[in-house]
């Protein structure tokens, strides 16, 4: 396949599906700070979707021509720019936040990000070499991951929500 053609699947693979599939991901995540009805959890919600569009070329770029320091490089700056937030909690009503939990999302959100850009350059590299099997195989195995991820963060969820009932109950 054309090296252009197939860059461009890989690219779009990385930073399009990624974009969308991520969101999802830590949209979810996000839910149980009712973070839509406090803008303060989390404000200017859309900047982080375009630092993370902005990490994924990057990452993608910086593996597929082998300078993973590009890699690390922005990530400083992401955590550079985090720090605070993660050592202070967060009041919502009755409900602290610890800081922690900001940077759990973060954490997962980048760790998609770097993954979906990797997946990308495979892709890349297994079209260019006429391998669409591994090709189609690497791109869906990640979604599928996602999706887990997902319903991992719901259930688990819905467990620490029952827990903190039961001892919300039996403390009172």
């Not at 197939?6 to 995540?29: P, T």
Request: charged share 20%; hydrophobic share 50%.
């Amino acid at each position: 396949m054309n090296m252009w053609i197939s860059i461009s699947i890989g690219w779009l693979y990385a930073i399009v599906i990624g974009h969308f599939l991520i969101s999802w991901a830590v949209d979810r995540l996000w839910e149980p700070t009712k973070w839509e009805k406090n803008p303060d959890v989390r404000p200017f919600a859309y900047l982080p979707r375009l630092v993370g569009i902005v990490g994924r070329n990057i990452y993608f770029a910086g593996i597929l021509l082998g300078f993973p320091e590009l890699i690390a490089v922005w990530l400083a700056l992401k955590v550079a720019g985090q720090w605070g937030r993660w050592e202070d909690d967060y009041r919502l009503g009755e409900i602290i936040l610890p800081g922690r939990i900001f940077y759990n999302i973060f954490l997962i959100g980048t760790a998609l990000s770097i993954a979906y850009s990797y997946v990308g350059t495979e892709i890349t590299k297994y079209l260019e070499a006429s391998q669409w099997e591994l090709a189609v195989g690497i791109g869906v195995a990640l979604p599928i991951g996602t999706w887990i991820l997902r319903r991992l963060g719901v259930i688990w969820e819905k467990k620490d929500t029952f827990i903190q009932r039961k001892m919300k109950d039996n403390n009172a």
